[in-house]
């Protein structure tokens, strides 16, 4: 049980991979120019924070709870998501790097990502129905089996999405993203 709890403070500039963040429940902070690259995040909870230009690469986040958190111009290369505590997850990233991160089997219903780089991300049986993609890179990404259902591509580009073994109906794509749904047939499309 997490004993340590904090409330609206903002921490600034700090390398929590030098200094260990306290184990505990962080609500309405916000982390701005924070370090935490391989840093052990396992068995946090963080409530309504935001993570402004931090650098969270590599952490360990098993059994973390992020409950309507936002990350911000953030580096989160390497995370597995499907690691973290699972009840009531929820975050949005914008201009965020998250390449080859893991999101495996998480239900994020209505998640929205903007201007962020997803390449080679793992989004394997990934509940997205309804999330926003803006100006999204899905460059290497893999969906399979993954629940798409009225989700928004419109603007991004570089995903191969088999529309045979991903549930796509009501998803949003542009004319020039189509191409994304037909890779696996090796067509020329101009």
């Known amino acids: 049980m997490n004993t340590h709890y904090v409330e609206d403070k903002e921490f600034r500039g700090t390398d929590f991979s030098v200094q260990v963040l ?4 962080y609500e309405n902070c916000r982390f701005v120019n ?8 396992s068995n946090l909870t963080f409530v309504d924070c935001i ?11 098993n059994h ?3 409950r309507d958190v936002t990350f911000n111009a953030c580096k989160l290369m390497g995370l597995h998501f499907n690691s973290c505590n699972t009840f009531l997850l929820s975050f949005s990233f914008e ?3 998250l390449n080859s991160s893991s999101f495996y089997q998480l239900s994020l219903k209505k998640t929205k990502f903007k201007n962020c780089s997803l390449q080679e991300v793992d ?5 997205l129905s309804q999330s926003v993609f803006d100006q999204c890179d899905f460059a290497g990404a893999v969906f399979d089996h993954s629940g798409l259902e009225k ?12 529309p045979e073994i991903n549930r796509i109906k009501k998803a949003k794509f542009s004319m020039s993203g189509l191409a994304g749904l037909l890779d696996k047939y090796q067509i020329e499309i101009e």
């Open 64 to 66: 973390t709870a992020f």
């Open 34 to 41: 924070c370090t935490f690259s391989h840093s052990d995040l």
């Open 151 to 162: 989700a928004d591509f419109r603007t991004s580009y570089n995903f191969s999405i088999d």
């Open 51 to 61: 993570f402004e230009s931090c650098d969270l690469s590599l952490a360990k986040i």
């Open 95 to 97: 201009d965020c790097q």
């Open 123 to 127: 989004f394997v049986e990934a509940d």
């Open 22 to 25: 306290a184990k505990g429940e």
